[in-house]
């Protein structure tokens, strides 16, 4: 049975007792330039140092990509690529979604190299079910399975499910300042 994203969060009172504020299964979203996906946009926080205490806390889930010292955590379920359908409709529309829906998660990715993008961030990527390979822009690959985790520091990249079944990734994203680059 494929797992099914839920989002369980914790504060604290005035008085600093310990509550459940959440505990609820997380809606997926779908866009149709990425059909057969699912995002599970589950929590973030704003950009800076993040703080911890009685005061209300809200997520940060947009955009997609936090800045610095902000943080997502997110669900990306993959379908297999060779059974995932072709985008169908009109391009501009379909990014229009993308930007309504998750905005700047396009902006990284680059035309001329499908799937190749780079982001200003720290990401965790831990694979929960099915397997994914991971590229990078030298070509070379590797295969992750349930339990392996990635840390994936600002590289040029792309995810593939070359199996013949869905693939479930963690990602735990952390904004970070480039100190570098080269293209």
Request: aromatic share 8%; proline share 10%.
């Amino acid at each position: 049975m494929p797992i099914r994203p839920h989002l369980v969060v914790t504060g604290r009172e005035a008085d600093g007792t310990s509550v459940f504020v959440t505990d609820k299964p997380a809606d997926p979203i779908e866009v149709a330039a990425m059909p057969g996906s699912e995002i599970y946009l589950l929590w973030g926080t704003e950009d800076g140092t993040p703080a911890v205490g009685t005061g209300p806390r809200q997520p940060k889930h947009l955009p997609y990509f936090p800045g610095t010292g902000g943080t997502r955590i997110l669900f990306h379920r993959f379908a297999p690529d060779s059974s995932a359908p072709e985008p169908v409709g009109d391009e501009a529309a379909q990014a229009a979604e993308v930007a309504e829906k998750l905005p700047g998660l396009l902006d990284v990715f680059e035309p001329d190299h499908p799937g190749m993008h780079t982001t200003d961030s720290v990401d965790y990527g831990i694979c929960l079910e099915g397997e994914m390979y991971l590229e990078l822009d030298n070509g070379e690959e590797v295969r992750l399975t349930p339990g392996a985790c990635v840390v994936q520091q600002g590289t040029r990249h792309a995810w593939h499910n070359r199996s013949d079944k869905p693939a479930l990734m963690c990602y735990v994203l952390i904004g970070a300042e480039r100190d570098s680059y080269t293209a």
